[in-house]
Nanobody, 122 residues
Framework: QLVESGGGLVQAGGSLRLSCAAS????????VAWFRRAPGKEREFVIV????????SYADSVKGRFTISRDNAKNTVYLQMNSLKPEDTAVYYC?????????????????WGQGTLVTVSS
């Protein structure tokens, strides 16, 4: 089970940190990614961290603004979002995929959270 939190309303240029808490140990076992779905659009990949924690991959639209990290002791993955833009407004979902090592997949996720809404005002 994955549970997201931390969404809310923020002004453009501001920051938010989303959390994804897993009910099982993800370190060393699961790659964890964040996706988002903006109003009227398809769900899109945002960012991923490998199960090893050594590798990350980003969508071009968030490179340099968003970072992903994990706290293995808490089984939690964080999405730090800086310099937010109105086009970042979306429901953000975390997802997990069983894949050991440094692989950073962008597809094939079988476990999903319920989502948390991020609204960026201009």
């Amino acid at each position: 089970q994955l549970v997201e939190s931390g969404g809310g309303l923020v002004q453009a240029g501001g920051s938010l940190r989303l959390s994804c808490a897993a009910s099982v140990r993800v370190s060393g076992r699961y790659a964890v990614a964040w996706f988002r779905r903006a109003p009227g659009k398809e769900r899109e990949f945002v960012i991923v961290i490998s199960s090893s924690g050594r590798s990350t991959s980003y969508a071009d639209s968030v490179k340099g603004r968003f970072t992903i990290s994990r706290d293995n002791a808490k089984n939690t993955v964080y999405l730090q979002m800086n310099s937010l833009k109105p086009e970042d407004t979306a429901v953000y979902y975390c997802a997990a995929r069983s894949y050991p090592g440094d692989y950073v997949p962008r597809i094939g996720y079988g476990y999903w959270g319920q989502g948390t809404l991020v609204t960026v005002s201009s």
